[in-house]
């Protein structure tokens, strides 16, 4: 049985500027738990001192303990709204848009963004900024190499026109990833960008306790410009959403009025 998970905590705050306490305990102690056991060791102090000095361990921890399930086009309605309403209300104020995939994971969702706006804008007009807490799965994003269920629900057209088959995997082609720029960056710590158009976050603020759900929709909202949108997933709801100033457009899309 571990124990002290509370000096763990502080520890790892100290390591990684990554603070448990914003993580519902239950579920990212079990986590944390599993993966300690399979390291073999019996104790948070002797884990901490393993991924203190050695890095791939220390990478481990942190692929661990993010969450990274992530495909193209997931709930592909939602998409379609985004397609059919949102671009066109943005585009109707601005041709460059300032967008931001907010913990983008492996890369799936900037770059079914950079797809989805390419029916609208040429590539040359499109930039995103895609982040994520998690070094390893932005160095697979850059990579961008997917198998044939995280593509599944990207239209033909796209799939065709922007994916290449490499053995029994998909990569993406380059005039996409120059679309998107890359950076490591925490939620709960790192500054905002600001002035965005659109902020797409999906499927991780659920992680959260309830209050730095608040901080984060807070943040969210203070970075967009007037008007700007926020995508949510479909396992998110923001409950308090006109007390932080958000007009709801459907269930996963709100306006900052």
Known sequence: MLTNYEKF????????????????????KRRIDTLITKNKIDSYDKYVELI??????????????????SE?????DQWKLLDKDVFPLLLSKSKSLKIWSAACSTGDEPYSLVMALSRHLPLSSIRIIATDIDKQVLQQAQVGL????????????????????????????????RC???????????????????IVCRNVVIYFT???????????????KSQGVLFIGSTE?????????????????????
Request: contains cysteine.
């Open 237 to 257: 709801q923001i409950m308090n959403y006109k007390e932080i100033g958000f007009d709801r457009m459907s269930s996963f899309f709100f306006q900052k009025m």
């Open 210 to 224: 309830d209050d730095a759900k608040n901080e984060i929709y807070k943040k969210f909202y203070a970075s967009l």
């Open 52 to 69: 203190k000095k050695d890095k791939e361990k220390f990478e481990q921890f942190i692929n661990f303990l993010t969450i990274n399930v």
């Open 180 to 198: 998107v720029q890359f950076k490591e960056h925490n939620l709960l710590k790192d500054p905002y960008p600001k002035d965005c158009d659109l």
């Open 9 to 28: 905590k502080g520890d790892v705050l100290k390591l990684t500027n990554i603070d448990l306490n914003c993580y519902k305990e239950k579920q990212m």
């Open 146 to 177: 997917y198998n044939e269920k995280s593509i599944a629900s990207v239209p033909d057209d796209l799939k065709k026109k922007y994916f290449t088959k490499v053995g029994s995997s998909y990569q993406i082609s380059d005039e996409i990833k």
């Open 72 to 76: 193209f086009y997931r709930n592909p």
